[in-house]
């Protein structure tokens, strides 16, 4: 007899009359919220300007969601296009299913659209969103919580988490995977924090920290799971993604290490902040080099005076005209 479980709730949905509040959205609006308001923070320690994330956020969020729901429909197409399947529901991203992969993938080409519109580097932006992007999957991991989906194999463990009869699932405890991503993404934010302020990771290497770390997780979570899923060579689809994702974001931070060593200097142009700073940090640098070039003008000018003083005093002294009468000789005076 099991003594201790963590309970589901029993619906994921609640209405204010008309108004359906769903938990998986709500999980995924909190993440995205949590996610602008640490990158912002860390946006503007680095130099940045203030609301820089959030413009670019509206750019890449769209996309990511897209991007998670085309990848989740992709690789689980059986369930919207097999026999006896609405192919509407694949529509229907309130009940669930979003791709992290095709999420991160999409949502970089809306990153990126919005970091050329303000004339910034993508890696910069990424490396300070990083850790905020692992604590929006914490938080959005908890609306699978509210749709009893993703959970792991049958256990008897006191924080098992019971799972009550349904469409495609069967009541019983199980192992709360949602529960460990979840941790394990909160891990991962810290680790990039840390590392980033002890290394001074630059150029995308805290993302692709992230993106290492993260993958390491998914592979023993994924593993443990049990729901539908295509494999590949007896491993699950995307256990085979992470593995892959993983070795590409260590071979991009080596390479970044070495070829693009140490931090951004500047990550986001005074221009981008209004035309009024960018005339006055023009006319401030402008003056400095006119006031720098006269300084050496002078310089230059004093010691040629300084140089050429001896030389033409000497020159003058020897130049210097005798009066008229003492040019004449001692007898010649004497006669006048």
């Not at 938990?23 to 990158?39: E, M, T």
């Not at 990511?64 to 529509?91: C, K, M, N, P, S």
């Not at 020159?315 to 010649?332: D, F, I, N, R, Y």
């Amino acid at each position: 007899m099991t003594l201790a479980y963590i309970p589901s709730p029993s619906t994921g949905v609640i209405h204010l009359g008309p108004i359906p509040l769903r938990g998986y959205a709500f999980c995924i609006i909190i993440g995205v919220f949590v996610a602008v308001w640490l990158g912002n923070k860390r946006w503007i320690a680095r130099g940045g300007q203030p609301g820089t994330v959030a413009d670019i956020a509206v750019w890449a969020v769209p996309f990511g969601l897209v991007g998670g729901r085309l990848y989740h429909v992709i690789t689980d197409y059986q369930l919207y296009f097999g026999e006896g399947r609405d192919w509407v529901d694949a529509f229907k991203i309130w009940e669930g299913g979003l791709g992290i992969w095709g999420a991160i993938a999409l949502g970089a080409v809306g990153a990126w659209i919005g970091c050329r519109l303000r004339g910034i580097p993508l890696p910069a932006w990424a490396d300070a969103l990083a850790p905020g992007i692992a604590i929006a999957q914490a938080c959005g991991r908890w609306g699978n919580w509210f749709n009893q989906e993703l959970y792991g194999r049958p256990t008897d463990l006191p924080w098992a988490l019971k799972i009550s009869e349904g469409p495609n699932r069967v009541a019983g405890l199980y192992h709360p995977t949602f529960l460990y991503e979840s941790l394990w993404c909160l891990g991962v934010a810290a680790l990039v924090i840390w590392a980033d302020r002890r290394f001074k990771l630059g150029h995308g290497r805290a993302f692709a920290l992230y993106v290492a770390a993260y993958c390491s997780g998914r592979v023993w979570i994924e593993y443990m799971r049990v729901d539908e899923a295509h494999h590949i060579l007896g491993l699950r689809l995307n256990v085979w993604t992470a593995i892959v994702v993983f070795i590409l974001a260590v071979v991009y931070f080596v390479l970044s290490a070495k070829l693009r060593p140490g931090r951004e200097s500047v990550v986001e142009p005074v221009a981008s902040g209004g035309s009024g700073d960018a005339e006055a940090a023009g006319a401030a640098k402008a003056a400095g080099a006119a006031e720098a070039r006269e300084a050496r003008e002078g310089a230059g000018a004093a010691e040629s005076v300084e140089e050429a003083a001896p030389a033409d005093g000497a020159k003058a002294t020897e130049a210097e005209p005798k009066p008229v009468g003492l040019t004449k000789s001692a007898p010649e005076a004497d006669k006048s």
